[in-house]
């Protein structure tokens, strides 16, 4: 399962009903004490992550409908229930108008210690008379029902209760369905939840200001969270043991009690053999330290945070090859905290891998720039308070990077000497690792790389479509400016961007098309062999990404063939293929390929006006 839409109400800042979308990476953007974390803490509320207080409870709002609600999409197409049943969620009627696994948690923050009173489905349900109530009646309930409407059970396995349903259901003029509350604690309805609530995502939420001892969360939260998973994977096996453990002593005990009645019928008669079901989670601990043994609290406060930065990097890796692991939602609170500025750029690109792999997102809360102009604008979420208060989040909204830039501004200081304005931060990798690619090859070329490090270039993924959005604001500052965008179009067709380009030669900035469709049309075949370790030929004008993505699904053994994988799927593996075709592959270039590929040096062409414009 994926998390869609996360709403809040009564939560700390948020009175009223607020809702957030979800995207792979999330990033929440605003000023301190705007509300974002309060998005993250109230998911941890949901996943019981997250232990609330009174003063969660918002001041003015119903103290007692501390409520979460999250719905997920991508849901599984059956669930088992019992030994032999499995039974599909939008068979059963489970799902929400929109297709989505509507789930409500209410808390009652008006206790001292709040606590959580209800959980619940909203789903479009049949309310037809004698047909909106089949998933709380019991099996013998069922076939009376299905006699007094005349529903035929000949072909019906009367053992399973889904499949009466679907018969009584089937058999009915209108359903009339509309949106109803589904109580998850009646009959089958309680057998679903059990095991719908086993394909929830696991949630880890790292806070900002949390401990740093090598047996506190900082150290601990992530590796727990690898216990969490490699327990998951196990379940089956941990479930057979437990039983086999049970069963062996459970039988000695009675045999026990047996023999001591024998003796003492009225001792025996007090005792009861039971068995507490184990916590593996408990069984195992690990610890961190270094070879000098100093613990983790000893360190630098970047030391600490860098520890957390390769777990991440560390799980990308693992997600690439294990793609059976359970789903996961990593929340980290200012991920960037006592960071250095080309730290904060790894971080990004491992969050931004992680959130790649199959069955994992990842949210962050962050206020730095530098985050910021790298994040695609679906993945921003401007959080912003009224001058009472009230939070208001900003989404898939064409004034973000305006509302953003407002807010918290564009750079954090001024020592900038060039703005480089691309597509997107795809773009920002192939320029960078390009640039290291022809200065170890002895060319001369600035370390695009080390300059942004430094914060003397400024790349900013303005993309055409927000080029009005950031015009303004770039030439307010008074630095030169270079634009590259993709043709996309072959000639003589005239590209999308032209016009943007052509507004940005008027006001005196450098403005450039690339000569093929896209940057990755630069990158030599060969690179993307030894890299990638797929042969893929393409002209100028291909989709590369595309290209290569359906290459990859091939040769990793795709049971589903390219050509029927659902849109979303193949949207997640073309991006994946993009972000590794600017890394891997045009690490792995050469001078040489890049003569080969781009004979007419439009790569280098570019190379070079950036320089003339830094120098300037």
């Known amino acids: 399962m994926r998390l869609k839409r996360v709403r809040l109400r009564n939560f700390r800042c948020y009175q009223t009903e607020t809702s957030v979308t979800f995207e792979d990476l999330t990033a929440f953007v605003g000023r301190n004490d705007s509300g974002k974390s309060a998005i993250l803490d109230a998911l941890g509320m949901f996943f019981g992550e997250y232990t609330p207080d009174a003063d969660d409870a918002s001041i003015h709002g119903d103290k007692s409908d501390m409520t979460v609600i999250c719905e997920f999409d991508e849901l599984p197409h059956n669930l088992l229930i019992d030994a032999d049943r499995r039974v599909s969620p939008e068979n059963e009627w489970l799902l929400n108008t929109a297709g989505y696994l509507e789930i409500h948690r209410v808390f009652n923050g008006a206790l001292q210690k709040p606590k959580l009173t209800r959980t619940f489905l909203i789903a479009h349900h049949p309310t037809a008379e004698n047909y909106n109530d089949l998933l709380y009646l019991k099996n013998r309930d069922l076939k009376s029902r299905a006699e007094q409407l005349g529903v035929d059970l000949t072909c019906v396995d009367q053992r399973v209760n889904s499949e009466i349903r679907q018969a009584i259901w089937a058999s009915a003029p209108d359903l009339d369905p ?16 059990s095991a719908l609530s086993k394909q929830l995502p696991l949630f880890a939420l790292f806070h900002a200001d949390r401990k740093s001892t090598d047996q506190d969360d900082e150290a601990q939260d992530p590796l727990k969270k690898a216990v969490d998973e490699a327990l998951h994977a196990r379940e089956a096996e941990l479930d057979k043991l437990t039983a086999f453990v049970r069963d062996q002593v459970l039988g000695i005990a009675r045999a026990t009690v047996e023999k001591l009645r024998e003796m003492d019928p009225t001792l025996a008669q007090e005792l009861n053999p039971r068995f507490a079901k184990p916590n593996w989670a408990k069984v195992f601990g690990i610890s961190l330290t270094d070879d000098s043994q100093i613990p983790i609290n000893k360190r630098g406060s970047g030391v600490r945070r860098l520890i957390l930065l390769n777990f991440f990097r560390a799980k990308a890796e693992r997600r690439l090859a294990d793609g059976d692991a359970p789903g996961i939602i990593y929340a980290i ?90 597509e997107g931060v795809n773009d920002i990798d192939f320029l960078c690792n390009i640039s290291d690619v022809l200065l170890a090859g002895g060319e001369d070329v600035l370390n695009l790389r080390l300059l942004e ?26 630095r030169p400016e270079f634009h590259l965008y993709d043709r996309d179009e072959q000639p003589p067709q005239v590209s999308s961007h032209q016009a943007a380009v052509d507004d940005l030669l008027a006001r005196g900035a450098t403005a450039l098309l690339t000569s093929k469709r896209e940057m990755e049309n630069y990158i030599h075949r060969d690179a993307v062999a030894t890299s990638l370790r797929v042969n893929v030929a393409f002209g100028d004008f291909d989709d590369v990404p595309d290209l290569v993505a359906e290459a990859i699904h091939i040769a990793g053994g795709g049971q589903t063939a390219w050509n029927v994988l659902d849109d979303d799927k193949k949207r997640k593996k073309v991006s994946r293929a993009k972000r590794r075709l600017n890394t891997e592959a045009v690490a792995a270039m050469t001078p040489a390929f890049l003569t080969a590929i781009d004979p007419h040096n439009n790569v280098r062409g570019w190379l070079t006006e950036i320089r003339r414009l830094y120098e300037s």
């Open 178 to 193: 509309a949106e109803s509350e589904i109580d998850i604690e009646r009959e089958d309805a309680k057998k679903v939840w």
């Open 333 to 422: 609170e200012e991920p960037e905290t006592s960071q250095h500025p080309h730290n904060q750029r790894i971080l990004l690109t491992a969050l931004q891998e992680l959130s790649e792999q199959p069955g994992c997102q990842v949210a962050f809360t962050t206020h730095t720039p530098v985050l910021i102009r790298e994040v695609p604008l679906a993945s921003l979420k401007h959080v912003s308070t009224d001058n009472t208060g009230v939070p208001t989040v900003f989404e898939n909204d064409p004034d973000t990077y305006r509302r953003i830039s407002s807010s918290l501004g564009v750079i954090a200081d001024h020592d900038v000497r060039l703005f480089i304005g691309v």
């Open 453 to 478: 490090d430094q914060g003397r270039i400024i790349f900013i993924p303005v993309g055409g479509s927000n080029l009005a959005l950031w015009k303004h604001r770039l030439a307010g500052l008074n």
